[in-house]
Nanobody, 127 residues
Framework: VQLVESGGGLVQVGGSLRLSCTASGFTFDDYVIGWFRQAPGKEREGVSCISNSDGITFYSDSVKGRFTISSDNAKNTVYLQMNSLRPEDTAVYYC?????????????????????WGQGTQVIVSS
């Protein structure tokens, strides 16, 4: 099983980045892919997730309206489009996978629930 993130980098306040998470080694359509982030000295925070079986999405309040998650099942890839970036968005961003379940809308932000993790990609928003 492998999850590989890409697309991080340095961007100015108000700018945009698109992160990618490419998965292999499991049945992509049966899983939810979540994006988490962790800033220095802070706990890992759930940002967004998407169900690859029905396309349902969830967002944290801190990114709602600015970030958009999408999935290309043919490419086993999930994207996180990040617009109107702020300094507080600076963090290492991770994607993770959990088998889809009926309670996903309740647990999606719980990092400990996820089975597989990528290595992370750094996002720095400069003011």
């Amino acid at each position: 099983v492998q999850l590989v993130e890409s697309g991080g980098g340095l961007v100015q306040v108000g700018g945009s980045l698109r992160l990618s998470c490419t998965a292999s080694g499991f049945t992509f359509d049966d899983y939810v892919i979540g994006w988490f982030r962790q800033a220095p000295g802070k706990e890992r925070e759930g940002v967004s997730c998407i169900s690859n079986s029905d396309g349902i999405t969830f967002y944290s309040d801190s990114v709602k309206g600015r970030f958009t998650i999408s999935s290309d099942n043919a490419k086993n890839t999930v994207y996180l489009q990040m617009n109107s970036l702020r300094p507080e968005d600076t963090a290492v961003y991770y994607c993770a996978a959990i088998e889809d379940m009926i309670t996903i809308k309740i647990i999606w932000e719980n990092a400990y629930e996820y089975e597989y993790w990528g290595q992370g990609t750094q996002v720095i928003v400069s003011s």
